[in-house]
């Protein structure tokens, strides 16, 4: 469980070294969304911390860095504005303990009914955010930067991301973005540049953090306020760390398990709420830095987070000296290689609807937050998708030598198709007996239980007699309602069986 997936002294250097160019990445983000939360900076960073960490020793995907995010920050702040900060500590043990349960109850499995246009939408909505997120840093006090100081801070961004994008053609000995990072500060402090640096943002030097059980009465009136906010936050940590896990999996080729991600996710959580942090989830941004810099083991995601603590109690100074600019260019080639350009050839080239979803989820990944737009895209695709097979409901009738009337039905019976379905009957002309078979079809919910139910009552009132015929075990189960109306043959039935999930 606790493997950290090197098995030679090459992989450690190269796993540590990924590591360090993530907890570098990792500074100033986890201090902005800190005050976009409205806390202290150090709240932010000890949520990256220990999120980081523990979600990196018990999550499912190998690899796949976690810390403060803004998606679940953006939630926080009400929370905090109206109760204080001790409120979000117990928000954010309660949240763990929800995602914990639904790893235990191996919820993880359902990532999969997500449409792969809506992860399309989602990877290039957060690519977008992840952009517009890095230009307040060519802000100060909300204005431009003066046109010298402009011109400075887009030259070093794009040295920046010229070593990245070069130098693994001349070695890979070193992560191309550390060395990018290392080389800008180097020449900012070299030649005395006067640009923004992560010191200018807030001071990272801090302290171990403590063990701190929240600070609020133990009691309904509580639970029933940080409740709502804490199904919330599961749920958007959950549905973004299940979704890049997804990602990273497309990446590496690889499988991670759903199902372990939730419990780690969860632990992380629960732990980083009693330790003074603000909760979090996985980061698609740092997860591709990682990724792309050869980080594929625990060990990266472990080391990042260390670097990151030792950051705050031994090195703050040094980490406060480096260039915004710098950063910024790392999250720039991040965001270049995250958004999914081949979607933009293909849009005219799939369905109508499959590119209406992808456009709607980017869209309101951006103007909402990603747990709105996945939900958002998965109905719409369930309702297409529902649209569509409900025109596929059709019969073949014929009668047979002992005068019964026969439908072969073809196509599933559930809610969207019922009408349909009603309207495929005779019962006026039809002689008295009559069959349905359901040899090519099947029973879906309740809204084809009482169709069934209805039509059967039809024959009865007109004095005929309906047969069910070639039923699945499942659809006899759920027609016990039709009682002494129907009457089922179940020979030669056709098996269904519902999808296993061992490995999530």
Not at 169 to 195: D, K, M, Q, W, Y
């Amino acid at each position: 469980m606790f493997r950290l997936g090197c098995t030679s002294r090459a992989c450690v250097q190269n796993e540590i070294l990924s590591g360090l160019t993530v907890a570098l990445a990792l500074v100033p983000e986890a201090v902005a969304f800190a005050f976009v939360a409205g806390v202290d900076p150090l709240v932010g960073l000890y949520a990256a911390f220990m999120v980081g960490l523990l979600a990196s020793i018990f999550g499912g995907r190998p690899g796949m860095i976690s810390g403060a995010t803004g998606s679940m920050a953006v939630v926080m702040v009400a929370l905090v504005a109206q109760h204080g900060v001790e409120y979000l500590f117990a928000t954010v043990v309660l949240t763990g303990l929800l995602q914990i349960s639904a790893g235990v109850l191996k919820l993880g499995k359902y990532i999969r009914m997500v449409p792969y246009p809506v992860m399309l939408g989602f990877v290039n909505g957060l690519a977008i955010v992840i952009f517009l997120a890095q230009l307040q840093h060519f802000q100060v006090g909300g204005e431009w930067m003066s046109a010298d100081k402009l011109w400075m801070f887009i030259g070093l961004t794009l040295l920046t991301m010229f070593i990245i994008q070069y130098l693994p053609r001349l070695t890979t000995l070193v992560p191309s973005s550390l060395a990018a990072i290392v080389t800008i500060s180097l020449v900012v402090i070299g030649f005395g540049i006067n640009t923004n640096t992560v010191g200018d943002l807030a001071s990272i030097e801090g302290g171990l953090p403590s063990f701190h059980i929240p600070d609020v009465p133990f009691n309904l009136e509580t639970l029933w306020i940080i409740l709502p906010y804490a199904i919330i936050l599961a749920a958007i940590g959950l549905i973004e760390s299940l979704l890049t896990l997804s990602l990273i999996d497309d990446v590496t080729n690889t499988r991670g398990r759903g199902n372990r991600e939730c419990v780690g996710q969860g632990i992380a959580n629960t732990a980083t709420g009693l330790f003074g942090g603000m909760g979090g989830c996985a980061m698609i941004g740092q997860s591709m830095i990682n990724v792309n810099s050869g980080g594929r083991q625990r060990l990266s995601g472990i080391a990042a987070a260390l670097f990151l603590l030792m950051f705050i109690l031994f090195t703050s100074g040094l980490i406060e000296a480096i260039p915004m600019a710098a950063l910024v260019g790392v999250m720039f080639m991040v965001v270049l290689g995250t958004f999914e350009w081949s979607s933009l050839r293909i849009m005219g080239k799939i369905p109508r609807t499959d590119a209406f979803v992808l456009i709607l989820v980017s869209a309101v990944t951006v103007f909402t937050d990603l747990a709105v737009a996945v939900i958002v895209g998965v109905i719409v695709s369930a309702l297409n998708f529902a649209w569509e097979h409900a025109k596929h409901i059709n019969v073949k009738s014929y009668i047979q030598e002992n005068g019964s009337k026969v439908y072969e039905l073809n196509g599933p019976l559930f809610f969207g198709s019922v009408k349909n379905f009603l309207d495929l009957f005779d019962t006026e002309n039809d002689p008295d007996d009559v069959i349905i078979e359901f040899q090519n079809s099947r029973v879906a919910d309740h809204s084809a239980i009482e169709a069934i139910d209805n039509l059967a009552d039809k024959y009865l009132q007109a004095n005929k007699t309906l047969h069910l015929r070639h039923l699945s075990p499942e659809c006899r189960m759920l027609l016990k309602k039709a009682g002494n109306l129907v009457e089922v043959n179940v020979l030669e039935d056709p098996r269904y069986h519902v999808a296993d999930d061992e490995l999530a």
